[in-house]
């Protein structure tokens, strides 16, 4: 019995070691891939296959992963380029890159050290491309530089399995002294905008002054007429009135029947308060026999 017992251990044990080892050999040949990436997956140096995100597993020995890849997108930040514009000015221009593997399997095996040559087309494409434009295109033209920049990239790098989503110009620094220039016309610039500024409020200003001057002369105008106006008619009003009562005068002359002799005491009368103003000369007619004739005709017209 004693040695069916040993035998019987001994057969655990190597069970208990063969299941240890087979899970030494399995579990490390299981893999999960994660959210935004792959594995490149080689079996004996040669492309197997590329896994997705989930879980995977691999032959032992045979089978490795030889890569693993990340889809999310990248920047790549390129150090200043030394490029020439076409009327010979030499500046400095650092470029920013978008980009994002679509193709895992070009991008391990389409070229090596594939973000080194992308840094190198990016030099090269800025060169050509600044090299057909003036110092003040290359400043004012940056979404022109950049999307043709990024048609260009997108175009050379697709063999590569990479898709540039997006280029920008991330610095233009030209030369110390096109700096000071630049900075000079600016201030002229500016100076001149102000005198335009000014000039345009004064004129402004003159005008508008000119306009209250030319309301207020014609208020004036309007003003002088319409007292001119007023000042006729109160006097076209006043002669009326003397007129009206000069008539009611010999109206009632007429009415009460006067006589010469009435007529002449009245005379007499009006000529005695008029010799009590000042200054006043009266020459009497020593022939009161006038003054009869003179208040006989008074009458006669006032008869009429």
């Given amino acids: 019995m004693l040695p069916i017992v040993a035998v019987s251990t001994g057969t655990v044990v190597g069970v208990a070691i063969g299941i240890i ?84 399997k070009l991008y391990t095996y389409g070229i090596e050290r594939p973000i080194v040559a992308i840094e190198n087309l990016s030099a090269t494409t800025l060169r050509n491309i600044i090299g057909d434009l003036e110092l003040d295109q290359t400043l004012t033209s940056r979404d022109i530089i950049n999307t043709r920049m990024r048609e260009i990239l997108d175009e050379a790098t697709d063999p590569w399995g990479i898709k540039v989503n997006r280029v920008e110009l991330k610095n233009i620094i030209p030369p110390k002294e096109i700096q000071a220039a630049m900075e000079k016309q600016m201030k002229a610039e500016r100076e001149k905008r102000e005198k335009i500024l000014i000039a345009e409020g004064e004129k402004e200003s003159a005008i508008r002054v000119a306009e209250g001057e030319k309301e207020a002369a014609i208020l004036r105008a309007e003003a002088k007429k319409e007292a001119a106006i007023r000042e006729a008619e109160g006097q076209a009003q006043a002669i009326l009135a003397v007129q009206e009562a000069t008539a009611k005068g010999l109206e009632m002359i007429k009415n009460v029947g006067a006589d010469d002799g009435l007529i002449a005491i009245k005379g007499l009368e009006a000529l005695e308060k008029v010799g009590q103003g000042a200054s006043t000369k009266i020459i009497i007619p020593s022939d009161l026999q006038g003054i009869a004739g003179l208040t006989t005709t008074i009458k006669e017209i006032a008869k009429s």
């Fill in 21 to 104: 080892v087979l899970l030494l050999l399995i579990i490390p040949n299981i893999k999960i891939v994660p959210q935004a990436t792959t594995f490149i997956i080689e079996r004996l140096g040669t492309y197997r296959t590329t896994w997705e995100t989930g879980f995977h597993m691999k032959v032992p020995f045979i089978d490795r992963v030889a890569k693993k890849i990340s889809l999310k997108e990248k920047v790549a930040d390129f150090a200043p380029q030394a490029v020439i514009t076409k009327d010979n000015v030499t500046m400095q221009i650092d470029t920013v890159l978008f980009y994002q593997i679509v193709d895992p």
